[in-house]
């Protein structure tokens, strides 16, 4: 652990302590020690963040500790788990006290929301950035994996996509919104995304595989589809927009950044016939919008579009957003 | 995870699974998904290696991944824990796969070497560092704290340290060695240090604390004294020196290096007096030494030396290592 100046770093990780009965010994000895409940399985990821490649290196403290722990409290919702414990290696160039009180505040107000406690970690000097760890429980057996999607399957999102590329267009000046109200609504999409937590407990035995959109749904789709082995249509008419969205941005852009903007850790699903009703009483109550925009198919390979009920190509696809690692 | 260019390291640690019954999940989908046994506590431990900071920018990258493991694994073995886990967060700044096919060579030679499975990670482009998280398991109730010193309890040390200080004074060219062999040992020491999981596991159920040796022992046993609110007296006398040491480094400089050097990632335990005759037993079939240096005591507040039986004071103390932090 910390020495030195970089000691007072640590001071700012360890003035709060939830009160987690899991947690037998947390910061301030080799290891945290941790006690499992009885018939939970461990879930378990990890995300680095760099300065000027994740980031952009003026970004305000606080909303880069919210987006570094939203993302992975994402990959927690995709399995379907409970958020529990989080490591933080941080790596910072300088002690910066404002920055560092701004940053942890954030982080706090955060795992305080979803009753995680911090357990430990390491803070170096060096190039700004960051990794965490972060650790879920999910019941045995019902976790949300990427492989069990199967034909017939209905493909899902929740909310409305490419929200967070345009905020990020409006925050790089490529996108102009007079709406003082929609532009905050966007940008907050990008900087603040909702890790959709609630929905991935709620679909623990209704979803056949879940993934959470980082990459755009075209590429995170396709993970589903290649662990799956399995093909799927999307109808490009289901597709569901922000009205903020619909009212600033030409359709076709917009369709662009709902395929392939990236970061919008909203939760791509498949669901079977047999549990749609119920899957749409278990998610109806959460306030957000789930759509149904394909469906896994046996038929294809990869993954084909249809708009007005016709098969069309793309030719765009991948990557358009700001860091495709 | 990763995409483009970067998809190629995952290629690289992707390509070799350990069978631990375990991991039902684990690299490819959103979280990896772990069993933990009954009556198992779960230790995680997190640590940032920075090049230029923690490492030299042109260390040999197996030298890099073995010691990156090593210093993780010997959080673990002050815990008295077995290994299972690793996460491996890497940022490299160009793909270099030369680099990448030796780190990960190395990586897996240990990880299967001691029954590990990386288990997941990520890799992004940016300075040189990598944040390793490693999970193992302790007996419910028997993993050794620091905050467990009696007064009374015996103050001990495997192997010599001050080994791995004189290995990187070598390597820095301030200290000349000219026997080959000697050389070869000490850089070694310094390189490529054994993490001592044995001696953390025979220790489990005879030690009363333990922290392994990172920060050289003033600093290390200072953790114990402080979580354990109580005092030592060390003598200077019983300091264990190898034959390198003690052939080529004056015994101030010795002493040193043995008493704040760092990096030597021995283990420092303390042992009641009712349980010594066990404790070497235990471990006196491991091939390490084990010396007994001092006693806990109630009567003295800190960390006093004896030398000769008397009373002496240092007028120096804390870190003398490459990184401090």
């Given at each position: 652990m910390a020495c030195g100046e970089f000691s007072l770093i640590a001071r700012y990780f360890d003035r709060v302590r939830s009160?987690?009965?899991?947690?037998?010994?947390?910061?301030?000895?080799?290891c945290a020690l941790l006690n499992i409940p009885d018939k939970q399985t461990l879930a378990i990821s990890t995300d680095t963040l760099v300065s000027g490649i994740?980031?952009?290196?003026?970004?305000?403290p606080a909303d880069l500790a919210y987006k570094a722990l939203a993302v992975n409290l994402s990959d927690l919702a995709a399995m379907g788990a409970d958020p529990a414990w989080l490591t933080l290696a941080l790596t910072l160039p300088t002690v910066d006290e404002p920055w560092l009180q701004a940053f942890s505040d954030s982080l706090f107000d955060q795992l305080n929301y979803y009753d995680m406690q911090l357990i430990g970690g390491d803070t170096t000097r060096g190039p700004l950035s960051m990794t965490l760890g972060i650790h879920g429980f999910v019941p045995v057996g019902r976790a949300l994996k990427r492989s069990g999607a199967k034909p017939g399957d209905w493909i899902c999102v929740t909310g409305t996509p490419g929200d967070s590329a345009a905020g990020l267009a409006i925050l790089q000046d490529r996108l102009k919104v007079k709406s003082a109200d929609d532009a905050r609504y966007l940008t907050q999409r990008h900087l603040r995304p909702t890790p959709r937590i609630l929905h991935g407990q709620a679909l623990?035995?209704?979803?056949s595989s879940a993934i959470d959109l980082s990459d755009g749904l075209i590429s995170d789709l396709g993970h589903i589809l290649k662990a799956s082995r399995c093909g799927a249509r999307l109808d490009l008419n289901a597709m569901p927009y922000s009205d903020a969205m619909q009212r600033h941005v030409d359709p076709e852009q917009a369709l662009r950044w709902a395929l392939s903007?990236?970061?919008?850790y909203e939760l791509c699903f498949t669901v079977p016939e047999l549990n749609r009703g119920a899957m749409d009483v278990a998610v109806g109550h959460l306030g957000i919008p789930v759509t149904c925009i394909g469906q896994i198919s046996a038929e294809v390979e990869g993954l084909h579009f249809q708009r007005d009920g016709k098969n069309i190509t793309l030719d765009w696809k991948g990557y358009d957003h700001f860091d495709s690692l």
């Open positions: 009160s987690r009965l899991d947690v037998d010994t947390g910061i301030g000895d080799d994740h980031f952009l290196p003026d970004i305000d623990r035995d209704l979803a903007g990236g970061e919008d």
